[in-house]
């Protein structure tokens, strides 16, 4: 009886000593988000290319903001705001919106957007050597830098028969394609069932002008960050889930 007793004693004393362990931890400080979980990085790619289809999966998989300049510029047009109504004054004048107002756009979101508190993918921008200078300046004043520049690469034909079949729904950016990934019901989102549509910029004669003008833009830009060691290329004709998988190794890798 008296060995079970005592048994029972030191069972008693571990359970005892557990409990002070646990509630030691519990009130220990939770340690802050490693600067290694977040991510900085550029997706570049001529129209077309998939940067729609995978710049909303490095966004969720890495909980970072996605900042799509163009859509940027057009949400601030139409919300009226100063810089708004500045560059809209720009554009219907025929000009170029300056460089310093774009780069003040992505500050304004990196400082003022909690979805970027963990870092960013920018697509978009920069398209100019200028501009990627000035981007690195913003980004040095913050101590901050880039990860990675990941161009998805692909041939000027595959991409027109990709383009010219594209429908988009407009509110939540999801695009399809008549042909490659039909929506379930024609002319119909999957999620919200509301109408698709095609940009009216989505034609051929179109496309071949804004590839022409990605292409002697953006050679440049890619050589101006292969000089830096960050960029890296990635076959686009292959399927989304593959180009998926390439992006997450660079992304990884970078860690």
């Known amino acids: 009886m008296g060995g079970q007793s005592e048994e029972i004693e030191y069972l008693k004393s571990l359970v005892s000593q557990l409990n002070d362990k646990i509630s030691a931890l519990e009130t220990q400080p939770k340690p802050p988000m490693s600067p290694a979980r977040q991510l900085r990085t550029i997706l570049m790619g001529p129209p077309g290319a998939g940067k729609g289809t995978q710049a909303p999966r490095i966004r969720d998989e890495f909980c970072v903001c996605h900042l799509a300049?163009?859509?940027?510029?057009?949400?601030?047009?139409?919300?009226?705001?100063?810089?708004?109504?500045?560059?809209?004054?720009?554009?219907?004048?025929?000009?170029?919106?300056?460089?310093?107002?774009?780069?003040?756009?992505?500050?304004?979101?990196?400082e003022n957007n909690a979805e970027c508190k963990n870092g960013f993918v920018l697509d978009g921008f920069p398209r100019t050597i200028p501009q990627a200078q000035k981007l690195d300046g913003m980004l040095s004043s913050r101590g901050e830098k880039l990860d990675s520049v990941v161009q998805l690469l692909i041939d000027d034909q595959l991409l027109i028969s990709r383009i010219t079949g594209r429908l988009i729904h407009t509110p939540s950016g999801r695009t399809y394609h008549k042909l490659f990934s039909p929506p379930k019901k024609p002319g119909l989102d999957d999620v919200t069932g509301e109408p698709l549509t095609q940009r009216s910029d989505d034609n051929v004669e179109t496309l071949r002008k804004r590839l022409t003008t990605f292409?002697?833009?953006?050679?440049?830009?890619?050589?101006?960050?292969?000089?830096?060691?960050?960029?890296?290329?990635?076959?686009?004709?292959?399927?989304?889930?593959?180009?998926w998988d390439n992006l997450r190794a660079v992304f990884v890798g970078k860690k």
């Open 215 to 243: 292409h002697s833009q953006t050679g440049p830009v890619a050589e101006y960050y292969k000089s830096k060691g960050l960029w890296h290329g990635i076959d686009a004709a292959q399927s989304p889930s593959v180009v």
């Open 69 to 110: 300049t163009g859509d940027m510029l057009r949400d601030q047009i139409k919300a009226q705001t100063p810089l708004g109504m500045e560059a809209k004054k720009i554009i219907d004048a025929g000009g170029l919106v300056s460089d310093d107002i774009m780069v003040g756009m992505i500050k304004n979101q990196i």
